[in-house]
């Protein structure tokens, strides 16, 4: 997978952690069940050394996520958030092409809502659009994601992204505002954890480089060690 981003690409990866219409690809259509009605402290603080097959790729596409301030704390990045939720991944798939940059939907099950609420016209179906990059042997990028689709849960901060208005002004390029209603975005490359080996860990973005968390929401999160840790901050929030 290629690890550079071009001036197009970063700012569709802002777009899509903000929130942001083209028609969708690929992505299985079934909707992802009601919200759980409850997740053991157990089952969220299961650690699978395997899941870093699925995100650590993820992480090293997102050299840009720096670039984009993120949320101080867990109670800002809840209170940007249309939803918070805690959840599995069950598929993945190529999304949408935004100008030069690849997109892929991951459609999340077993949701448990944290804070705040699921959009009601999604009918439980949560599927999270995150930038890929370059759309080259997106097939085969796909197929190794899901090959090794995580067993653990995740918690995701997400905003859908039928927030955003339309363009309506003559001639405006839809690729400057390419919101889909029928999506979630992350409200920042920072703002998705799973459990880690010791910590709780931000799964799809990178950290400094001796592996230090980055200040703002991701530093305050690995703090926990816990994910059960986190999703009580989420709902004190």
């Keep these: 997978m290629k690890a550079q981003l071009g001036l197009a690409g970063l700012v569709i990866g802002v777009l899509l952690t903000a929130g942001c219409s083209q028609a969708s690809d690929s992505v299985k259509t079934e909707a992802a069940g009601p919200a759980a009605a409850g997740v053991s402290a157990d089952d969220l603080n299961a650690y699978y050394p395997e899941d870093a097959k699925f995100y ?83 097939a085969e990028q796909v197929d190794s994601f899901r090959a090794a689709l995580p067993k653990g ?57 001796d592996g230090k968390a980055l200040p703002g929401l991701q530093a305050d999160v690995e703090k926990l060690s816990k994910l059960s840790d986190l999703a009580d901050k989420v709902r004190a929030s």
């Design 56 to 138: 650590d790729p993820m992480q090293r596409q997102m050299g840009a996520a720096r670039l984009v301030r993120p949320p101080d704390d867990v109670k800002a990045a809840a209170e940007e958030a249309t939803v918070v939720v805690a959840a599995k991944v069950g598929d993945i798939a190529a999304q949408r092409l935004i100008g030069n940059a690849q997109t892929i939907g991951v459609l999340l099950t077993d949701v448990q809502v944290l804070h705040g609420q699921l959009e009601p016209s999604l009918a439980g179906k949560v599927k999270v659009e995150l930038f890929l990059g370059e759309p080259v042997n997106v």
């Design 153 to 209: 849960y995740g918690i995701w901060f997400l905003r859908w992204q039928g927030d955003r208005k339309p363009i309506t002004k003559p001639d405006a390029d839809p690729a400057e505002d390419p919101a889909d209603a029928s999506l979630y975005g992350v409200v920042h490359r920072h703002a998705m954890f799973t459990q880690g080996p010791k910590t709780v860990t931000n799964a799809i973005a990178e950290h400094d480089h």
